[in-house]
């Protein structure tokens, strides 16, 4: 009888040694699932490619080639950016409107087209630092007697919606005034310029220099009118995505430092 009960207690601690051993078996099957998950979501994020939206219709900041390939200023210091800081990017044209709503939106990552860096924006985004100082000036036709924008009353004057260049003109006429002639794009309101539909164009000074630069036979000639403020350029990520905003700021910072943003700036507006 003792000895039975020796064999039955050995067959117990027997039973609980296999029961403990099979119970620690799934715990170390878990904890190789969240590593493995843990490395999933690490090279999901080093994969990620941004998407940056842009309105390819503003040269020289972006523009479209007639292969279809978008390319400027802005588009050359998203790519430096971009390599400067590891991260991938691929560039979309969805035209100014769009552009601004797909960021506000979540839809896009990065908005770059010249957009100036303003109060009532930094609402809706977060800015980079500015990477480019610019102005407004009036693009006239050449032997206008024309040299600051009062003289211009009485007159159309288009501009492209939703940008600075509207928010000058308003400033000036008044936003009642009704010769004020708002263009989804700029080259539809120089276009109207060629035309004579309207008298100026009131636009960033490289944008509008650059079209006096392409179109030569035109002969037009750009005005300056010192109530026109500085505006400094930035590019924007939606409110709150400070992970993304650190990044490019870093990569911003390293391709100024490094020499590259000059010599894409040198590229586009050397004299």
Same mark, same amino acid.
């Given at each position: 009888?003792?000895?039975?009960?020796?064999?039955?207690?050995?067959?117990?601690?027997?039973?609980?040694?296999?029961?403990?051993?099979?119970?620690?078996?799934?715990?170390?099957?878990?904890?190789?699932?969240?590593?493995?998950?843990?490395?999933?979501?690490?090279?999901?994020?080093?994969?990620?490619?941004?998407?940056?939206?842009?309105?390819?219709?503003?040269?020289?900041?972006? &523009?479209?080639?007639?292969?279809?390939?978008?390319?400027?200023?802005?588009?050359?210091?998203?790519?430096?950016?971009?390599?400067?800081?590891?991260?991938?990017?691929?560039?979309?044209?969805?035209?100014?409107?769009?552009?601004?709503?797909? %960021?506000?939106?979540?839809?896009?990552?990065?908005?770059?087209?010249?957009?100036?860096?303003?109060?009532?924006?930094?609402? &809706?985004?977060?800015?980079?630092?500015?990477?480019?100082?610019?102005?407004?000036?009036?693009?006239?036709?050449?032997?206008?007697?024309?040299?600051?924008?009062?003289?211009?009353?009485?007159?159309?004057?288009?501009?492209?919606?939703?940008?600075?260049?509207?928010?000058?003109?308003?400033?000036?006429?008044?936003?009642?005034?009704?010769?004020?002639?708002?263009?989804?794009?700029?080259?539809?309101?120089?276009?109207?310029?060629?035309?004579?539909?309207?008298?100026? %164009?009131?636009?960033?000074?490289?944008?509008?220099?650059?079209? %006096?630069?392409?179109?030569?036979?035109?002969?037009?000639?750009?005005?300056?009118?010192?109530?026109?403020?500085?505006?400094?350029?930035?590019?924007?990520?939606?409110?709150?995505?400070?992970?993304?905003?650190?990044?490019?700021?870093?990569?911003?910072?390293?391709?100024?430092?490094?020499?590259?943003?000059?010599?894409?700036?040198?590229?586009?507006?050397?004299?």
């Amino acid at each position: 009888m003792a000895l039975l009960s020796i064999i039955l207690l050995f067959g117990v601690i027997g039973l609980i040694g296999c029961g403990t051993s099979t119970t620690s078996q799934p715990s170390e099957k878990t904890d190789q699932g969240q590593a493995a998950d843990q490395n999933a979501e690490q090279t999901t994020a080093e994969d990620k490619t941004y998407v940056v939206v842009t309105n390819a219709e503003f040269p020289p900041f972006e &523009m479209t080639l007639p292969s279809g390939e978008i390319v400027g200023f802005d588009i050359d210091l998203m790519n430096a950016i971009a390599e400067a800081s590891g991260i991938k990017i691929k560039i979309q044209h969805t035209g100014w409107e769009a552009m601004l709503k797909a %960021v506000e939106n979540g839809n896009a990552d990065i908005g770059a087209s010249g957009i100036t860096i303003r109060d009532d924006r930094k609402e &809706m985004y977060d800015f980079t630092d500015p990477y480019f100082e610019a102005t407004q000036l009036i693009l006239l036709p050449e032997g206008s007697n024309i040299s600051s924008a009062k003289d211009l009353e009485g007159k159309n004057v288009g501009f492209q919606s939703g940008t600075t260049g509207e928010t000058a003109a308003q400033n000036i006429f008044g936003k009642d005034y009704k010769g004020l002639k708002g263009y989804a794009d700029l080259p539809t309101a120089v276009n109207d310029l060629f035309t004579g539909r309207i008298a100026a %164009v009131i636009g960033d000074n490289a944008v509008v220099a650059e079209f %006096v630069k392409q179109n030569p036979d035109k002969k037009l000639q750009l005005v300056k009118d010192e109530a026109f403020e500085k505006e400094y350029y930035g590019f924007i990520v939606k409110k709150g995505n400070q992970e993304l905003l650190s990044k490019l700021q870093d990569g911003l910072k390293k391709i100024k430092e490094n020499g590259t943003y000059q010599e894409i700036y040198n590229k586009y507006f050397a004299e």
